[in-house]
């Protein structure tokens, strides 16, 4: 799920980023240090969007650095239990396949595939149902249910399942 | 805890303060573990004043849950309800976990058991009896296939690789002579500037790859690292038709310095390993073809102590249709067709290691062989391979003999078969002979007079 939020970050500044431009720098080192990183409670950050307030700085004895509390306006992605969430596929193999949906990695085992996908080795791996109507393969995309996830610091693994209704491939890339 | 889905959507909430309540609530539920913050500098009183107004809004929602609780029976019944399902859910067995959680029900796990899979994904482990399912029902696919498992090693055995520092001046010709890495399947030889290596691909690898695969599912095991594996694999298999997630590094074995078929989700009974070294298969010496070493640059022969000129420094390579990949695809192509083929027993009780163990014992069959003073320490070892072969070893000449094994013509064994008319070899007839797994002619093996 994607939430728009606003978060808070103390930055510190070099002295040499002082002068006209210094929220302008601050602004750019906020979204180089917080783009991209992920935090167990939030989730990944996607996006900064906006700076809601840059509180007064407060120079560093000895180092000449200044540290400032800045609150941001930014876009979170974060997986829960229980959600639907779309994804690409990344792998196939006999244990299942992987999938990834921005920067969560998913793996559905083939516990969680249903009984009437069977896995075929070969050049492309995939798992089809025995009349051929469906098969999932690399790049296919595919509509999956989360059913743990686990959020580290710069990774965001889950477990996904597509044993249940509505659930599957909705993408098929050699139709494409 | 069923508090997440009675909360308010949080698609719609605009204020992180109802977000935080959200989060607390649903992390709460799932895993009290996870406090590792970004932000964890902050020390402002807006903060404190945020996280108290999250405590007063949990508290409330606690206090009606409570109130329900108790005034209401249906809310007790539906407790109980939840309370059944989640047993029924902790009987997973637990097969296996990703990041952590179990792949069968996502609840999360605590201790590292089971096998990593780390070929696959580095967070993936699977247990011993999930690999065993694994194993059986990949046996039954393979063989509806008509195919079996083939586990390649790399060094020596598929292709030849140097530092480039180590390339010596009667090499230095090669460094204008590699192949562009634009379309490797084109080429042999190739200077990879990034890892400072050049790798040279054995004679007819790729020929031998094509039609191997036709008849086996193909893994790479080596003991070199990760990253290395993943570039050699991308030289002999661009295409990744061969290899796809199945290129196993030393950073994948469960043991230091041995391979093992245990991160393999074959079974043993249907797997063939090619490699140069035996020593790495200790436990798995049945399903090992030994592979004569591929030796082109210097730097290897010296490694392995030969004082010979390399094949670099001669400008000259093993044969294409001769050398030791084209011998032993003959080889897999008649293990696989007598297994598949010419076995009666029910495909599931064939093991191939048996196969094996038959085509190797015809080789030499009908042979009888003497020994004539071979160095001690070489004797077993000579014996044993000739035996496996289907040699018959005396150790007294008579008649029935028609290999005197000699480095010297002038013993009296040797003396015996020259005068009998008996083929009179070096000890590297057997050796090769087991190498490709073909007697090979014996005048190309004759014991010269000692100077
Ligand atoms: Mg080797
Ligand atoms: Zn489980």
Not at chain 1, 59 to 87: H, M, N, S, W
Not at chain 1, 134 to 154: F, H, M, P, W, Y
Not at chain 2, 72 to 101: I, Y
Not at chain 2, 271 to 280: F, G, P, S
Request: aromatic content about 8%; proline content about 3%.
């Amino acid at each position: 799920m994607f939430f728009h939020i606003v978060l808070e970050r103390n930055m510190q500044l070099h002295p040499r980023y002082f002068g006209r431009n210094l929220r302008d720098n601050l602004v750019s080192k906020l979204m180089k240090d917080v783009e991209g990183t992920c935090s167990g409670r939030h989730g990944f950050v996607v996006a900064v969007t906006g700076i809601e307030n840059i509180g007064k700085g407060l120079i560093r004895d000895g180092t000449g650095f200044v540290t400032f509390p800045v609150k941001y306006q930014c876009v979170v992605f974060r997986p829960f239990k229980g959600e639907i969430l779309e994804a690409v596929v990344t792998m196939v193999n006999k244990m299942g396949f992987f999938a990834e949906a921005g920067p969560v990695q998913i793996f559905v085992s083939n516990h969680l595939i249903p009984d009437d996908m069977e896995f075929q080795s070969g050049d492309i791996p995939n798992y089809t149902t025995s009349d051929g109507s469906v098969k999932i393969q690399k790049d296919s995309e595919v509509r999956l249910k989360i059913i743990g996830t686990r959020v580290d610091a710069t990774e965001i693994f889950c477990i996904g399942t597509i044993k249940d209704d509505f659930l599957g491939v909705i993408n098929d890339p050699t139709t494409v | 805890m069923s508090f997440a889905t009675d909360s308010p959507s949080p698609l719609h909430s605009s204020s992180s303060d109802d977000f935080a309540t959200f989060l607390d609530t649903a992390l709460d539920s799932n895993s009290p573990s996870h406090q590792d913050e970004i932000q964890n500098q902050d020390d402002d009183d807006d903060d404190d004043d945020n996280a108290q107004s999250v405590r007063i809004k949990r508290h409330k929602v606690e206090s009606i849950e409570e109130t329900e609780a108790s005034t209401s029976e249906g809310t007790v019944k539906q407790n109980l309800v939840v309370a059944e399902e989640s047993v029924e859910v902790d009987v997973c067995s637990h097969p296996g976990s990703f990041g952590n959680m179990c792949i069968r029900c996502g609840q999360k796990l605590d201790g590292e058991s089971g096998v990593t899979l780390s070929y696959i994904h580095k967070d993936l482990r699977l247990h011993d009896q999930e690999i065993s399912r694994l194993r059986s029902t990949d046996m039954k696919d393979l063989l509806r296939h008509k195919k079996l498992n083939l586990v390649l090693d790399l060094d020596h055995t598929l292709l030849n690789s140097t530092m480039l520092m180590d390339l010596n001046s009667e090499e230095g010709h090669l460094t204008t002579e590699t192949d562009s890495l634009e379309d490797v399947s084109k080429g042999s030889l190739f200077k990879l500037h990034h890892i400072h290596m050049m790798t040279k691909l054995r004679p007819f690898v790729r020929t031998f790859l094509k039609e191997a695969s036709k008849m086996f599912e193909m893994y790479i095991y080596t003991m070199g690292d990760r990253p290395y594996a993943l570039e050699m694999a991308k030289l002999l298999d661009p295409g990744g038709e061969y290899f796809n997630s199945k290129v196993i590094s030393r950073d994948d074995g469960t043991q230091k310095h041995q391979k093992g078929l245990d991160v393999l989700l074959g079974q043993e009974s249907a797997v063939l390993i090619l490699d140069d070294t035996e020593n790495a298969w200790m436990k798995h010496k049945d399903n090992l073809i030994l592979m004569e070493r591929y030796n082109f640059f210097a730097s290897s022969c010296r490694q392995f102590g030969f004082n010979c000129k390399s094949l670099a420094e001669l400008k000259s390579d093993e044969s294409e249709p001769d050398g030791a990949l084209a011998k032993i695809l003959e080889v897999l192509k008649q293990v696989h067709s007598r297994f598949f083929d010419e076995l009666q027993e029910d495909l599931a009780g064939r093991d191939v290691r048996q196969v094996l163990k038959t085509v190797r014992s015809e080789v030499l069959s009908g042979c009888v062989l003497v020994f004539s003073r071979i160095v001690h320490s070489a004797l077993p070892s000579l014996r044993k391979m000739s035996q496996q072969m289907g040699a018959i070893c005396l150790t007294e000449l008579d008649p029935s003999v028609t290999h005197v094994v000699a480095t010297d013509v002038g013993t009296e064994k040797s003396r015996w078969a020259v005068k009998e008319g008996k083929f009179l070899v070096h000890p590297r007839w057997i050796e090769a002979t087991n190498y490709f797994w073909e007697k090979q002619p014996e005048e190309n093996f004759i014991v010269k007079k000692k100077e």
